[in-house]
């Protein structure tokens, strides 16, 4: 992790941030070691994605994460190192993955042998037989297709699926739950992803291996537990509850509209998602009106 120095010949910079899920914040802290930072929140809360709710259970305190869970040490390596250089603490979690349907009384869990049979009928399943086989065939020629180059650049993941004939069981009650689950999105949704980035990200994650997987990690106390740290510096420059309705560029600079009224910057981080992004841009280019408009 680079982190910036004071140069004596720099000028300092007044830079406005917009959004305070962990890219804003985490750009607010790097940038405020050589320039004055404003961080605008729409939110009476910082965070973002990062939502830790405290619940307490028979006398006994949890804080739970509903939106950033975990990290692993495959591809999180710069987040890894802004935690230890912020002295927040770790620790070492499993991820597993589990399905149940009320419909038919169906379920499983893929952690262990154990819990992959703790519904003692899918023994006598050949169904299930099945549906372990295509997971071990998916994973394979999943693979193989990536290091071969062999995966078409506009095919689907439904498209592949249905091509390489696998079972209905391995779709709905597995790979396409599964993913459903990380993106949060229907099982159509799924099935119409793209289908070199599914496998990419696949592999990358060790979704594709038995045994050869990541370590997962949580942080002490829940996710928010990074905040204060990663805010002290510029804890004077955040401005919650403060919608951004405008921004327009200047020759010397950028106007940030708020129902404040009207700031100048000279330099404006945009840490929020695309269609947001876009509404912002009172003078969208062409080129950010066709790349952030095609991202839904």
Request: aromatic share 12%; hydrophobic share 40%.
């Given at each position: 992790?680079?982190?910036?120095h004071?140069?004596?010949?720099a ?7 917009i959004?305070s899920g962990?890219?804003g914040?985490?750009a607010?802290?790097y940038?405020s070691?050589?320039?004055r930072?404003t961080?605008?929140?729409a ?10 709710m405290d619940v307490e259970v ?6 739970i ?5 975990v ?15 912020l002295?927040?603490?770790?620790q070492?979690t ?5 399905v ?11 952690h262990t042998?154990?819990s992959l049979?703790a ?10 037989y ?11 020629e999943?693979i ?14 439904g ?7 696998y079972?209905a069981?391995?779709?709905r009650?597995?790979l ?10 229907s099982?159509q949704?799924?099935?119409?992803f793209p289908l070199?980035?599914f496998v990419r ?13 990541p370590?997962?990690?949580?942080l002490?106390?829940?996710s928010?537990s990074y905040?204060?740290a ?7 420059g955040?401005?919650l ?5 405008g921004?327009?560029r ?7 509209r708020?129902?404040?009224g ?10 929020c998602?695309a269609?947001?992004?876009?509404a912002m841009?009172?003078d969208?280019s ?6 952030l408009?095609?991202?839904?």
């Open positions: 992790m680079t982190a910036f004071r140069h004596p010949a000028p300092e910079r007044r830079i406005a941030v959004g962990i890219g914040m985490a607010a802290w940038l070691s050589r320039h930072v961080l605008f929140e939110d009476a809360r910082l965070g973002g994605h990062t939502a830790t028979e006398g006994r305190h949890y804080a994460d509903t939106g950033f869970i990290f692993n040490d495959w591809t999180y390596p710069h987040f890894r190192h802004l935690m230890a250089r002295g927040v603490l770790t070492p499993e991820m597993s993955f589990s149940h349907e009320t419909a038919r009384d169906f379920e499983y869990n893929g042998l154990t049979f519904q003692r009928r899918n023994l006598l399943r050949p169904s299930f099945r549906l372990l086989r295509d997971i071990l065939r998916f994973n394979r999943a193989q297709a990536l290091e071969n180059g062999t995966l078409a650049p506009a095919m689907t993941l498209e592949w699926l249905d091509a390489g004939g079972g069981t391995f779709q009650h597995y396409l739950p599964m993913g459903a689950a990380i993106w949060s999105a099982l949704d799924l099935r119409d070199q980035f990200f696949f592999r990358h994650h060790g979704l594709l291996s038995v045994s050869d997987r370590q997962w990690y949580t002490v106390g829940g928010r905040i204060p990663l805010t002290a510096p510029y804890a004077g955040i401005r509850s403060t919608p951004v309705r921004i327009r200047l020759a010397d600079g950028v106007e940030v708020t129902d404040a009207t700031e100048r910057f000279d330099e404006v981080v945009l840490a998602h269609d947001q992004a876009l841009l009172e969208p062409p080129a950010e009106r066709e790349i408009g095609a991202l839904p």
